[in-house]
């Protein structure tokens, strides 16, 4: 899974392994990671088993300014209840939002199922501001129709007024 070259250890990331977050640029200091167990496509993976943090350094510009700010963020992406069947009521979409200067950010939430891969619904908000966030879902399609029983990504994708994206995922299953 690792190798080394020239003193420093490379993952690699050919099948079946996979590298989360392969070559993302992060600010200093310290991170929490949140990861549903699907690959970039969201596609569910139950084959990986681990989970492995590698940092490096040598691939970063020398030339390479960061002068100020920091990108939106979100944290804690859960669904309540786990599982949406309509006799329960909606289920509510929660994170924690955080902002640079505490500005608002666009938030898109969409539900991806995973047995068609289709996205089926989008919820939009243009302009959220920081803190906790709580979105209701009725459980339905963009077209209003029920949604397809099965698993599901939910995926919470956040733009701040500079064009900086965060995105959070969570699994759901609906069950009629």
């Known amino acids: 899974m690792f190798t080394k070259v020239h003193d420093v250890i490379v ?3 050919s099948p079946p392994n996979y590298c989360w977050l392969s070559g993302l640029y992060e600010s200093s ?3 929490t990671v949140y990861w549903s167990g699907t690959d970039d496509s969201l596609t569910l993976r139950p084959d990986l088993t681990r989970v492995v943090a590698v940092s490096r350094r040598d691939n970063f510009p020398e030339n390479a300014v960061v002068v100020y ?3 939106a963020t ?3 992406v859960s ?3 786990p599982y949406y069947g309509p006799a329960a ?4 979409v929660s994170f924690t939002l955080s902002t640079y200067q505490s500005q ?3 938030i898109e ?3 991806k199922n995973q047995n068609s891969g289709s996205v089926l619904r989008t919820i939009s908000q243009a302009a959220q501001g920081p803190g906790p966030v709580s979105l209701t879902w009725d459980g339905r399609a963009d077209n209003g129709m029920w949604v397809a029983p099965g698993v599901y990504i939910v995926t919470v994708n956040v733009t701040d007024p500079l064009g900086n994206r965060a995105i959070g995922h969570t699994l759901t299953q609906v069950r009629y």
């Open 11 to 13: 993952a690699d990331c």
């Open 29 to 31: 200091g310290t991170h």
């Open 69 to 71: 700010g920091t990108r």
């Open 74 to 76: 979100i944290s804690s």
């Open 79 to 81: 669904v309540n209840p």
């Open 89 to 92: 009521g909606t289920q509510t």
């Open 104 to 106: 608002n950010a666009a």
């Open 109 to 111: 939430i969409a539900f």
